[in-house]
């Protein structure tokens, strides 16, 4: 079965730093990628999607994501964060031969807190 | 607008209670879920249904239960049979496996 492993589950950073949430999947031959973003008692926001094309994605709040199949990996980036990207972001796959539904598959959540 | 309403946005429910909670959407979207949320653990998927009058059980159906008479609405019923219900509920939906879009939440509280 599918799942999504999100390797920090903490990300503390200073504000105007670059910052990079790292997100894995195991393996399947086709997949749709994606990344979301909660904010404290919110529901769940879409950052960015890959579904096919580019490997690059680029997405709201001048965040991007690099699909690399070779390494079953989807990592979001972002250049310089502010204090407004305080959250918990989550990455989610979706995978194209399971026939048995079509539900997104979370993984456990990166917190990335931003100070100043 | 159009969108994903939960409702209420806060529950509380006694031991021993059944509470339902609400999801519409207006999206026209054929199929919804239900997740549930605790600290740590990301979105774990309860029910979800790709059409009306049909749902499937998730990972952790258990203590639930589901309906799906209309299109626009998947409301989700927490048992007594759920021995721990507190918990952050998501419901969400689809157009095949393209983007979830989710509702605001309901977060539900054992008193």
């Known amino acids: 079965a599918q799942s999504v492993t999100q390797l920090d589950s903490q990300v503390p950073v200073f504000e105007e730093a670059p910052v990079e949430l790292r997100c894995n999947y195991s393996?399947?031959?086709?997949?749709?990628l994606f990344w979301y973003v909660q904010y404290p008692n919110q529901g769940l926001q879409l950052l960015l999607k890959?579904?096919?094309?580019?490997?690059l994605v680029k997405g709201i709040n001048g965040f991007e994501a690099e699909f690399n199949k070779s390494q079953t990996s989807f990592h979001l980036r972002k250049p310089s964060v502010h204090i407004s990207d305080t959250a918990e972001y989550f990455c989610?796959?979706?995978?194209?031969?399971?026939?048995?539904?079509?539900?997104?598959?979370f993984g456990k959540g990166t917190t990335l807190s931003v100070s100043s | 607008d159009g969108g994903i309403t939960q409702s209420p946005k806060y529950l509380f429910r006694k031991e021993g209670q059944n509470v339902t909670l609400s999801c519409e959407q207006n999206?026209?979207?054929?199929?919804m879920y239900w997740y549930r949320q605790d600290p740590g653990q990301g979105l774990r998927l309860i029910y979800y249904?790709?059409?009306?009058?049909?749902?499937q059980k998730g990972d952790i159906a258990e203590g639930y239960s589901v309906s799906r008479e209309k299109k626009e609405s998947f409301p989700l019923t927490v048992t007594s049979a759920q021995k721990n219900p507190t918990a952050f509920y998501l419901c969400?939906?689809?157009?095949?496996?393209?983007?979830?879009?989710f509702g605001q939440g309901t977060r539900l509280t054992v008193v």
């Open positions: 890959y579904l096919s094309g580019s490997t």
């Open positions: 969400a939906s689809s157009i095949g496996k393209k983007e979830a879009f």
């Open positions: 249904s790709q059409i009306v009058n049909d749902f």
């Open positions: 393996s399947s031959v086709s997949v749709y």
């Open positions: 989610a796959v979706s995978d194209l031969t399971n026939q048995a539904g079509t539900a997104l598959i």
């Open positions: 999206l026209n979207h054929d199929a």
